[in-house]
């Protein structure tokens, strides 16, 4: 066994355009022993096109304590690993924040060092062009699929900063109508739609007005709220 751990290299990658990866983040890419990978075949296309040939390993949010134990022994023989998203910056509503937390826990000797590559992040990018307060926000990933899902919009109209949260094709159409129902109409809101793609669309007007933006149910999603709202 190495006496000196190895690194755990968290590398952003891009939303979209595979163009938005950093210099950095292609060399660390180039020199990890591993690459740990939320799904295999979506990181082998980045991988593919800039011609890197590094090894990958799944990891992802149904990943068990045994593939935990097994990232943990590559690092203590001395690995260094990369942990990429499928898009975007891992652990940002992501289980790659679940191995961060295993690995720097410092239940199994010295803790390992982690090294942030930073890049893309779809509500960072997202909030900069908002045109929204952004000294101050609220991110509140993923609204529940079932349950507390009513209570995630309903407590909205709560929040007092700039709030954006995250929805998937699915059921984005069932958001705006959760929004229409909790928000006053002159709330002011800009939903991002496929970032950095080519339908790269960004929709911008108030609550009341969600019906005339005809908001397409494809794609990945940011929605921005203004601070300056209020309930119904």
Sequence with gaps: MSEEKGKLYIVATPIGNLGDITLRALETLKIVDFILCEDTRVTQKLLNHYEITTKTISYHQHSDDRKVAEIKKLLDEGKNL?????????????????????????????????????GVSAVVTALSISGFPTDKFVFLGFP??????????????????????????????????????????????????????????????????????????????VIIISAERRGR
């Design 82 to 118: 990369a942990l990429v998203t499928d898009a975007g910056t891992p652990g940002i509503s992501d289980p790659g924040n679940q191995l961060i937390q295993e690995v720097t826990m410092g239940h199994w000797g010295n803790e390992t060092m982690v090294v942030p590559i930073p």
């Design 144 to 221: 529940p699929q079932k349950n507390g899902r009513q209570s995630y919009f309903k407590n909205l109209a709560n929040i007092e900063q700039t709030t954006c949260f995250y929805e998937s094709n699915h059921r984005i159409l069932k958001a705006i109508a959760s929004m229409q129902e909790f928000l006053a109409p002159e709330t002011k809101i800009c939903i991002c739609r496929e970032l950095t793609k080519k339908f790269e669309t960004i929709y911008r007007g108030t609550v009341g007005g969600l019906a005339d933006m005809q908001v397409k149910d494809k794609g990945e999603f």
